[in-house]
């Protein structure tokens, strides 16, 4: 399957720790996504990359949360001093960057808990 | 700003039945529009969209919508419903054309599709 994948699939930590999800998109899709999805809630976005730019930042993205993409391919989702209002899933997604292809693919999710 | 709603956060519907799902939305411009179903313990996997062109989308699993653009809807439809298709489905959309870095998809809060045998 070459689908969009995520690492850890779950992750528990202490509040006030630090913790970082890795994702990786489907090969050759330049576009890639982060959302956060909270229980009984759709997915709220986080931040876009196009290869290794960070074009777009959410204003959820507070200054605990960092994203980066250094050499356009895998993406990190790094966060700081956990609280445990940051308990979600984590979801990453790709897309092509080809005209006729506006559809985001999504990863499985990182699932966060915050002690 | 963009949003959308979901006004149902269940529907319930027996086999062989029809089925619709509910979706409305506020963008600023024409919309990108999209569903996405969520199994258990799984990602969003992609149904249909509506970029431009006929107003009845085809997509995943016999399931279509139709875009409404004077009632602001993208109803999802399905002319007969299965047990399987019971799952958590999101509408979202996006603004067409406009600054080429937003790119972000808004969501619904999601409707739990419940089809009974």
């Known amino acids: 399957d070459t689908g969009v994948s995520q690492d850890p699939r779950h992750k528990i930590t202490k509040r006030g720790q630090n913790v970082t999800f890795r994702c990786d998109p489907i090969s050759e899709h330049n576009r890639l ?4 999805q909270t229980l009984g809630q759709g997915p709220e ?3 876009y990359f ?4 960070q074009l777009e930042k959410s204003r959820l993205l507070s200054d605990r949360f960092s994203a980066e993409r250094p050499k356009g391919s895998f993406s990190t989702l790094e966060i700081q001093r956990t609280e445990q209002g940051d308990s979600a899933m984590y979801l990453c997604a790709s897309s092509p960057d080809r005209v006729g292809y506006n559809e985001q693919f999504f990863g499985p999710g990182t699932r966060l808990t915050v002690l | 700003a963009q949003s959308v709603a979901q006004p ?5 519907v027996a086999e062989g039945n029809p089925l619709t799902v509910k979706c409305t939305y506020s963008v600023s411009g024409n919309p990108y529009l999209f569903w996405y179903v969520q199994y258990p313990n799984r990602g969003l ?6 970029i431009t062109g006929d107003n009845l989308v085809k997509g ?3 399931f279509e919508a139709e875009f409404n653009k004077s009632q602001t809807s993208f109803h999802l439809k399905k002319p ?6 019971s799952a958590l489905y999101f509408c979202a959309v996006r603004a067409l054309g406009g600054d080429t870095g937003r790119r972000a998809l808004t969501f619904g809060s999601g409707t739990r ?3 009974q045998p």
């Open chain 1, 50 to 53: 196009q290869n290794e730019a």
């Open chain 2, 113 to 115: 599709l419940q089809v």
């Open chain 1, 33 to 36: 996504y982060w959302y956060r």
């Open chain 2, 8 to 12: 149902e956060d269940q529907v319930n």
């Open chain 2, 45 to 50: 996997q992609f149904l249909l969209k509506y």
């Open chain 2, 80 to 85: 007969s419903a299965l047990v399987s298709d």
């Open chain 1, 45 to 47: 976005f986080l931040t």
């Open chain 2, 60 to 62: 995943s699993y016999g």
